[in-house]
């Protein structure tokens, strides 16, 4: 059975590369509508895949990231990665470009690590981030399977180089709570919210 969860933020980016040119040459900026599917087999003593609380916690929180924040790429030219990380503190950089496409496929990723660092406590079982869909525009989305996520063809993301500015992080329930998972910290989950 499937759940479906969404999130909304704004955020600005430029997409290198890309053949329109509004998009690749100039900072401009979107209403994001980032839909996460959840997935099991099975239910939790709620009789729920996952309780929709549950995903207001680190998940909302590392999504929230990049509300009213500039999206980078670590590809970027290094005068333009100065000159933003300078005048704004929320910023968020990724090792790709942050088209519809790869944010579908980064969410996934931090979700993914998320949920597999979780401790649960009402007897969930096997759940899994198994699509995210992110939409840019009322018409348009861009949606990512697991098998697109940890794509080689697509190019394998590395997590370890995904930042999130000091602006970001201090508003954080837990400022380290992204290292943290990266080095396998166990979120325990409330057992009442
Ligand atoms: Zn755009």
Excluded at 27 to 46: Q, R, W
Excluded at 99 to 121: C, F, G, M, P, W
Excluded at 126 to 153: L, M, N, P, Q, W
Aim: aromatic residues 10%; charged residues 30%.
């Amino acid at each position: 059975m499937e759940i479906r969860k969404l999130y909304k933020f704004e955020n600005a980016h430029i997409v290198r590369g890309c053949t329109s040119r509004r998009c690749s040459e100039s900072i401009h900026g979107h209403s994001y509508k980032v839909e996460l599917i959840f997935s099991s087999d099975y239910l939790d003593a709620g009789q729920m895949v996952y309780d929709f609380g549950l995903t207001k916690l680190t998940i909302k929180e590392l999504i929230d990231s990049f509300d009213h924040a500039i999206t980078l790429w670590s590809g970027d030219d290094p005068q333009y990665l100065a000159d933003m990380k300078k005048w704004s503190r929320r910023w968020v950089e990724l090792p790709v470009s942050p088209s519809a496409e790869q944010y579908a496929r980064v969410i996934l990723l931090i979700v993914d690590k998320v949920l597999q660092n979780t401790e649960t406590v009402n007897q969930e079982k096997d759940v899994i981030i198994s699509h995210v869909i992110v939409h840019e525009t009322d018409t348009g989305y861009a949606k990512a399977s697991r098998k697109d996520a940890f794509s080689e063809a697509m190019g394998r993301i590395d997590l370890e180089k995904i930042k999130f500015s000091d602006g970001v992080r201090e508003e954080w329930s837990d400022p380290d709570i992204w290292e943290k998972l990266l080095r396998g910290h166990k979120i325990v989950n409330p057992k009442k919210i």
